[in-house]
């Protein structure tokens, strides 16, 4: 059974760090990745990472998050630096392989001006 569990939300101030971690298990994934839910927004990726290490990051995120994976681990982490409001969401974890695609319950960031 595929299980997806993260951690590492919160409430922090603007211009501060978070760090989200998604640990996998049940599969190998050769896709893994973060997206967001703001209230009445659509889900939107935040950024991905292959197996390859090729790396997609939303524009509105670029040279503040970093994705990272611990392969070992099966573990994909979201390092968040210089947080705005605006990335307060219910940051989701997807991971896609062979037999398809999966989502973590999701956590909650939430970024106070």
């Known amino acids: 059974q595929v299980q997806l569990v993260e951690s590492g939300g919160g409430l922090v101030q603007a211009g501060g760090s978070l760090r989200l971690s998604c640990a996998a298990s049940g599969s190998i994934f050769s896709t893994m990745g973060w997206y967001r839910q703001a209230p009445g927004k659509q889900r939107e990726l935040v950024a991905m990472?292959?197996?390859?290490?090729?790396?997609v990051y939303a524009d509105s995120v670029k040279a503040r998050f970093t994705i990272s994976r611990d392969n070992a681990k099966n573990t994909v982490y979201l390092q968040m630096n210089s947080l705005k409001p605006e990335d307060t969401a219910v940051y989701l974890c997807n991971a896609a392989g062979r037999y398809g695609a999966y989502w973590g319950q999701g956590t909650q960031v939430t970024v106070s001006s």
């Open positions: 990472l292959t197996s390859g290490g090729s790396t």
